[in-house]
């Protein structure tokens, strides 16, 4: 397992911007594709990206595809998630998750480290 921490949450008003960060601890972020889930609250947990080790490949949930970008810095162990054109139904807590594998997968169960999440609150 390898220890993710996300920052970068926040208070944006419809139709704005954030970008979140997720730093994993040292080489344990070698060979893992990572990615991005989301819980609102009442809701089940949902993918919403993942991106290949080391970043060939991206995968985006049909409701963020086009408004959020999925990126990766292997020298700094820290991917991000850039979400523009934000809506108040992207209000969840948002969580970096890393894969034992190199390959994306939207299932949770493929994805053995979690961070501790981060708020993001749209407003209309």
């Known amino acids: 397992q390898v220890q993710l921490e996300e920052s970068g949450g926040g208070l944006v008003q419809a139709g704005g911007s954030l970008r979140l960060s997720c730093t994993a601890s040292?080489?344990?972020?070698?060979?893992?594709?990572m990615g991005w889930f989301r819980q609102a609250p009442g809701k089940e947990r949902e993918f919403v990206t993942a991106?290949?080790?080391?970043?060939?490949?991206?995968y985006y949930a049909d409701s963020v595809k086009g408004r959020f970008t999925i990126s990766r810095d292997n020298a700094k162990a820290t991917i991000y998630l850039q979400m523009n054109s934000l809506k108040p139904e992207d209000t969840a807590v948002y969580y970096c998750?890393?894969?034992?594998?190199?390959?994306?997968?939207?299932?949770?169960?493929?994805?053995?480290?979690w961070g501790q999440g981060t708020q993001v609150t749209v407003s209309s």
């Open positions: 998750a890393a894969s034992p594998q190199p390959s994306t997968s939207s299932r949770s169960e493929f994805y053995d480290s």
């Open positions: 040292g080489r344990a972020f070698v060979g893992r594709a």
């Open positions: 991106v290949s080790w080391p970043g060939g490949n991206t």
